[in-house]
């Protein structure tokens, strides 16, 4: 399976960590046969067959880590290749990013009529810090919303998920409606929930990680900045190096908040 090109022949690669690494998203728009890459070996392997990549970085803002990591494995992979090779483009989004859309989802569900359940945020257990990032994240979608409830659920399997959905419904929720907080699917739901449905949709998500890649290009062009210079992560934070640059419309509505 063939990853997408841009129009300068480069082709695009995506790296994804624990916001990612499930998601059911695979091929073309998102590169590789295994959609997304680890950013150690998974992306080092592939960029043995690349004369040329652009790698950016699948994280909503709670994977400070997986930048870096990927930078690593690029600058690696380019010892031996000529300047402007390899290019690391801007993560996909921050965590500012990730409310917003969040939000936006949120919305939609309201628009529905009058809603008196709870928004239960579902993501896979990452590690202490991301998952703390997350309640932190919960809190800023509820406030301005007329939603009682925005829960978490720090769910890997369909059990976790159940026992989100079951304390929901005994704070006084009539409905809880399940929203990915991350590309990984939730697991089934269970009685008592609804599936929102993805966070992004794959036309969204193909072009808003088309946009970084490109983004990248055009640095490289105009300022000849590969972006691997890049410290290594010591604890967490909102952005890695560069906050991306502003994002445009996209088939599936605005993916810029904030």
Same mark, same amino acid.
Request: net charge negative; with cysteine; hydrophobic share 40%.
């Given at each position: 399976?063939?990853?997408?090109?841009?129009?300068?022949?480069?082709?695009?690669?995506?790296?994804?960590?624990?916001?990612?690494?499930?998601?059911?998203?695979?091929?073309?728009?998102?590169?590789?046969?295994?959609?997304?890459?680890?950013?150690?070996?998974?992306?080092?392997?592939?960029?043995?067959?690349?004369?040329?990549? @652009?790698? &950016? /970085?699948?994280? +909503?803002?709670?994977? %400070?880590?997986?930048? *870096?990591?990927?930078?690593? !494995?690029?600058?690696?992979?380019?010892?031996?290749?000529?300047?402007?090779?390899?290019?690391?483009?801007?993560?996909?989004?921050?965590?500012?990013?990730?409310?917003?859309?969040?939000?936006?989802?949120?919305?939609?569900?309201?628009?529905?009529?009058?809603?008196?359940?709870?928004?239960?945020?579902?993501?896979?257990?990452?590690?202490?810090?991301?998952?703390?990032?997350?309640?932190?994240?919960?809190?800023?979608?509820?406030?301005?919303?007329?939603?009682?409830?925005?829960?978490?659920?720090?769910?890997?399997?369909?059990?976790?998920?159940?026992?989100?959905?079951?304390?929901?419904?005994?704070?006084?929720?009539?409905?809880? @409606?399940? &929203? /990915?907080?991350? +590309?990984?699917?939730? %697991?089934?739901?269970? *009685?008592?929930?609804?599936? !929102?449905?993805?966070?992004?949709?794959?036309?969204?998500?193909?072009?808003?990680?088309?946009?970084?890649?490109?983004?990248?290009?055009?640095?490289?062009?105009?300022?000849?900045?590969?972006?691997?210079?890049?410290?290594?992560?010591?604890?967490?934070?909102?952005?890695?190096?560069?906050?991306?640059?502003?994002?445009?419309?996209?088939?599936?509505?605005?993916?810029?908040?904030?």
């Amino acid at each position: 399976m063939t990853p997408p090109s841009l129009p300068s022949g480069r082709d695009v690669l995506a790296v994804g960590g624990h916001e990612a690494a499930a998601s059911p998203l695979r091929g073309p728009p998102l590169g590789g046969p295994a959609g997304i890459l680890s950013p150690g070996r998974g992306l080092a392997a592939a960029l043995r067959t690349h004369p040329s990549a @652009v790698a &950016v /970085p699948v994280t +909503l803002g709670r994977d %400070p880590g997986l930048a *870096p990591a990927a930078a690593q !494995a690029l600058a690696w992979a380019a010892r031996d290749r000529p300047p402007g090779s390899f290019l690391l483009a801007d993560p996909l989004g921050t965590v500012t990013h990730l409310v917003g859309w969040l939000r936006s989802k949120v919305t939609g569900i309201l628009r529905g009529g009058d809603f008196t359940g709870a928004v239960l945020l579902v993501a896979p257990p990452a590690d202490p810090e991301a998952d703390a990032e997350l309640f932190k994240v919960a809190r800023l979608v509820w406030q301005y919303l007329p939603v009682r409830w925005v829960e978490v659920a720090l769910a890997g399997d369909e059990s976790a998920l159940a026992e989100g959905v079951d304390r929901c419904l005994r704070l006084g929720a009539d409905e809880v @409606v399940v &929203v /990915p907080a991350s +590309l990984v699917p939730p %697991p089934a739901c269970p *009685p008592g929930g609804r599936d !929102a449905g993805p966070l992004l949709g794959p036309a969204a998500l193909a072009a808003l990680i088309a946009e970084r890649a490109t983004q990248a290009e055009r640095r490289w062009e105009r300022d000849g900045d590969d972006g691997l210079r890049m410290k290594p992560h010591h604890g967490h934070g909102h952005t890695l190096g560069r906050t991306p640059e502003p994002t445009t419309e996209t088939p599936e509505g605005t993916l810029t908040h904030g």
